[in-house]
């Protein structure tokens, strides 16, 4: 490939560099506000009582209570959430569910920056004979 080439290449590929760290600092920004979070996703929940005559024996289940689907030590289990602090503890399990969305979102663009990096070094370097 002659220079010119080279040259168009790797300046399509900063371009596209410079893209996906500015969209990286955009997530990043977004993860550090500093409100609380709760490990957990949030998570609705239906029951059946056990007694004979109620609906939820026809099929009609309770609910939906709000929970939270905890993973830890491998461990998957739902928690259920209180009445009384579900609207703040579902909102802290929200935040949660976004930040680790959004983190997935990061991981991506760091593995997308790396390949860029690697054509950015493939187009740069040249044999010495």
């Keep these: ?3 010119t080439g080279k040259k168009i290449i790797k300046k399509a590929l900063l371009k596209k560099l410079s893209l ?17 979070m709760v490990h957990g ?12 005559n109620c609906k939820c024996a026809r099929g009609e289940l309770h609910g939906p209570y709000n929970a939270l ?14 009445q009384a602090d579900s609207g703040k503890i579902m909102k802290q399990a929200r935040r949660y569910k976004y ?12 593995k997308e920056i790396g390949e860029t990096l690697e054509q950015i070094k493939a187009v740069a370097t040249s044999s010495y004979p």
């Excluded at 689907?69 to 209180?82: A, E, L, Q």
Aim: charged fraction near 30%.
């Design 69 to 82: 689907s905890v993973n830890r030590y491998g461990w998957h289990k739902i928690v259920m959430v209180k």
């Design 99 to 110: 930040f680790q969305q959004t983190l997935a979102r990061i991981r991506k663009i760091d």
């Design 20 to 36: 996906l760290n500015d969209q990286r600092t955009r997530y990043i920004f977004s993860l550090v506000q500093k409100k609380p």
């Design 41 to 52: 996703l949030p998570h609705e929940v239906y029951r059946k009582c056990g007694k004979p």
């Design 1 to 3: 490939m002659d220079t």
